[in-house]
């Protein structure tokens, strides 16, 4: 077994153990910091698959901007959990089902010639002017154009989703018009009250 393998395998067994972790744990804290410990063991294995660009992104973008989020919004909440294990049992089945699923759908991407290795070659055998954020880019932008504006499309139309959800107008809160500012004259503007009788004069 060569160095590398023993790397591959010590940071795949972090990754896997991390993972479980943050579903079986109890506390929402630990379950993130066990998530930041998952995505630096990914980051590690992309860089032996010479994914630097990849790992990189994953320490600078989840750990050091999304889970700092959720870190912040997790302990600022104080998140009752009693009332969200109460249907845990009621929907087990359909979790254990969804899980066969998902894992039926890994196994048979796997089993096919998307992992071999013509398509992916040995780490540490490309040249000496290989990039492999320009091999990443050429790909994305041509192999998986499609599946990569599908994705764009359905983060654009969640963005869209969450604005509309968020301006939703509120009963109480008074604003002004600036086109009824634009269209007022001076009676509208201006209220003359004579103090001895109590009436408006316009």
């Known amino acids: 077994m060569t160095f590398e393998e023993l790397v591959f395998y010590f940071f795949s067994a972090i ?3 991390a993972a479980t972790m943050v579903v079986f744990i109890k506390k929402p804290v630990h379950a993130a910091l066990y998530l930041v410990l ?39 909440l104080d998140i009752n959990l009693s009332p969200l294990r109460e249907g845990f049992a009621r929907y ?5 089902l969804i899980g066969l699923v998902v894992l039926a759908e890994l196994a048979y991407v796997y089993t096919r010639d998307y992992f071999g290795p013509e398509r992916f070659p040995n780490p ?28 764009a499309v359905i983060l654009l139309v969640a ?14 809160s008074k604003y002004v018009r600036p086109e009824d500012q ?10 003359l009250v004579d103090p001895k009788t109590d009436k408006t004069e316009g």
Not at 159 to 172: D, G, V
């Open 92 to 96: 087990l089945p359909a979790g254990l």
């Open 15 to 17: 990754l896997v153990f």
């Open 182 to 191: 634009v269209v007022i004259t001076r009676k509208g503007r201006v209220k």
């Open 38 to 76: 998952a995505f630096f063991s990914s980051a590690g294995v992309w860089l032996l698959l010479d994914a630097e660009f990849l790992a990189i992104t994953l320490v600078l973008v989840y750990v050091g901007a999304v889970m700092v989020l959720f870190l912040f919004v997790v302990m600022m």
């Open 124 to 151: 540490g055998h490309h040249p000496e002017d290989y990039s492999n954020t320009a091999e990443l880019g050429s790909r994305l932008y041509t192999e998986h154009f499609l599946g990569f504006e599908l994705a």
């Open 159 to 172: 963005i869209i989703a969450a604005i509309a959800l968020t301006l939703r107008p509120k009963r109480m």
